[in-house]
């Protein structure tokens, strides 16, 4: 059965640093792209970021520079690195497979920004 | 401002046949692969549609999509009290070099 567990979120200041992660099973991680898609509360989704199988990274424009998408096949597993976090990167952070789609999903983690 | 359109919202009565739009442009859904993704209350997105008319497997046959030009659509036939959700669509943008969503569509059953 494929599984996505994010974690890492919390609480964290404007300028503050938080690194967050997908820890996936039941599929071959190497073999799929991944991605981060974000939701503010009542918003609507908003994809942040994603990495190839080669490791070629790709950005939402606001988080460039900010956010940096790692993964590490080895233990299964992505990252996000989120630097200089403003109040509008609040929001619930999903890592997702890529593919024909993103058809799987983790449940998600909060990320809240504020002083 | 998403840079993909839906209406904000949707109704039908169980039984009908309801269509979201999804607008976009030259870069985005012109020339890219359109996905629809379904979204209940207080649960992750679900992967509806892909490549513009693709049903993954369990999704069923009442779901359909198709794309004309710089436009797409989710057609939802005999529409069920538990279709009510949040409807999105997403491609990506050549110019962005990035995915992007339409802003979501909330489907009602009445």
């Known amino acids: 059965e494929v599984q996505l567990v994010e974690s890492g979120g919390g609480l964290v200041q404007p300028g503050g640093s938080l690194r967050l992660s997908c820890a996936a099973s039941?599929?071959?991680?190497?073999?799929?792209?991944m991605h981060w898609v974000r939701q503010g509360k009542g918003k609507g989704l908003e994809w942040v970021s994603g990495i190839s199988t080669t490791g070629d990274t790709f950005y939402l424009g606001s988080v460039k520079g900010r956010f940096t998408t790692s993964r590490e096949n080895a233990k299964n597993s992505l990252y996000l690195q989120m630097n200089s976090l403003r109040a509008e990167d609040t929001a619930v952070y999903y890592c997702?497979?890529?593919?024909?789609?993103?058809?799987?999903w983790g449940q998600g983690t909060l990320v809240t920004v504020s002083s | 401002q998403s840079v993909l359109t839906q209406p904000p919202s949707a109704s039908g009565t169980p039984g009908q046949r309801v269509t979201i739009s999804c607008s976009g442009s030259s870069s985005n859904i012109g020339s890219n692969y359109v996905y629809w993704y379904q979204q209940l209350p207080g649960t992750a997105p679900k992967l509806l549609i892909y490549?513009?008319?693709q049903r993954p497997s369990g999704v069923p046959d009442r779901f359909s999509g198709s794309k004309s030009g710089t436009s797409a659509s989710l057609a939802i036939s005999g529409l069920r009290s538990e279709d009510e959700a949040d409807y999105y669509c997403a491609t990506w943008d050549d110019s962005l070099s990035g995915w992007v969503f339409g802003g979501g569509t909330k489907l009602t059953v009445l």
């Open positions: 997702a497979r890529g593919g024909d789609g993103w058809d799987y």
């Open positions: 490549s513009n008319n």
């Open positions: 039941g599929f071959t991680f190497s073999t799929y792209d």
